[in-house]
């Protein structure tokens, strides 16, 4: 029954909000049309890749204090109705989300475009040891692709049509480049790394990301889980310094931080690889 429950959740998603501002700007956005000044600007460096065939941006919500949630895990919703819609924009433009399985064990997420009008890109849990449930919402069958990146042997059904994949684990973790590698291997080119704080920070940490959108909401926590987690630094000009654009999403902020020039190159399918 649960299945069968999810299945109707997924069907009534399909019946997304009309927004004539935007509508059209997901197959415009695909076909290489002119965009909208203000779309452009929020989108525009998504098109195409600087470093390789990838463009890899991660997203994600916090508050004026830097927290992504309160003392005991609660989440919903920090940003507003607007800041929710701008996530469910970059869904609508990229070819797979990428999360990781605390996530997914956590919130249950759908990872759907149900707020806009566009297509719901492909679903990609990083799972080491085969944690994820089988009903969990990210493997519904609703038409989308389901991807999951393990290194477990033996685990439990998965639903019909979930692709594995296998790769080794360092560390205990995935390297966030051999990720995106086998994910453009299967013919995803715009990635977008929703989750959680640990996998967003490890694909920054790894020099994997080009674009990162931080959406400050103004609300302070005052304790909880930070957004961020890198290696401590000594001095301040140790710190990671992004070009950025700032945007304003109804009343929360948003700094658009452009890590291509550090990204490290993982897929070409055509030409010379570029340096670094």
């Given at each position: 029954?649960?299945?069968?429950?999810?299945?109707?959740?997924?069907?009534?998603?399909?019946?997304?909000?009309?927004?004539?501002?935007?509508d059209g700007i997901p197959s415009t956005f695909r076909?290489?049309?002119?965009?909208?000044?203000?779309?452009?600007?929020?989108?525009?460096?998504?098109?195409?890749?600087?470093?390789?065939?990838?463009?890899?941006?991660?997203?994600?919500?916090?508050?004026?204090?830097?927290?992504?949630?309160?003392?005991?895990?609660?989440?919903?919703?920090?940003?507003?109705?607007?800041?929710?819609?701008?996530?469910?924009?970059?869904?609508?433009?990229?070819?797979?989300?990428?999360?990781?399985?605390?996530?997914?064990?956590?919130?249950?997420?759908?990872?759907?475009?149900?707020?806009?009008?566009?297509?719901?890109?492909?679903?990609?849990?990083?799972?080491?040891?085969?944690?994820?449930?089988?009903?969990?919402?990210?493997?519904?069958?609703?038409?989308?692709?389901r991807l999951i990146v393990t290194a477990a042997t033996g685990r439990a059904p998965l639903p019909a049509g979930v692709e594995i994949?296998?790769?080794?684990?360092?560390?205990?973790?995935?390297?966030p480049a051999a990720i995106l590698n086998a994910i453009a291997e299967r013919g995803f080119r715009r990635i977008l790394v929703e989750g959680g704080p640990a996998t967003i920070s490890g694909f920054l940490a790894a020099s994997c990301l080009d674009r990162l959108h931080i959406l400050v909401a103004p609300i302070i926590l005052g304790a909880g889980p930070a957004g961020l987690a890198l290696a401590p630094i000594t001095r301040i000009d140790e710190a990671l310094r992004p070009a950025v654009r700032i945007h304003r999403i109804a009343e929360e902020v948003l700094f658009d931080c452009d890590f291509s020039a550090r990204r490290v190159p993982v897929f070409r399918t055509k030409g010379p690889a570029r340096e670094a």
């Open positions: 029954m649960k299945a069968i429950s999810k299945q109707a959740q997924n069907s009534r998603s399909r019946s997304k909000p009309q927004d004539p501002d935007w076909s290489g049309g002119l965009l909208p000044p203000h779309w452009d600007g929020l989108f525009g460096p998504l098109r195409n890749g600087t470093v390789d065939d990838l463009v890899v941006i991660a997203q994600m919500g916090q508050s004026l204090d830097g927290r992504i949630a309160t003392p005991t895990g609660h989440s919903h919703y920090i940003n507003g109705a607007a800041g929710r819609a701008h996530l469910h924009r970059l869904r609508a433009l990229v070819d797979a989300i990428v999360v990781g399985v605390a996530t997914v064990v956590a919130d249950d997420p759908q990872l759907t475009v149900r707020l806009v009008h566009g297509p719901c890109p492909a679903r990609v849990v990083l799972d080491p040891s085969g944690r994820a449930a089988a009903d969990a919402r990210v493997f519904a069958t609703d038409g989308a692709r994949v296998n790769l080794p684990l360092t560390d205990g973790r995935f390297a």
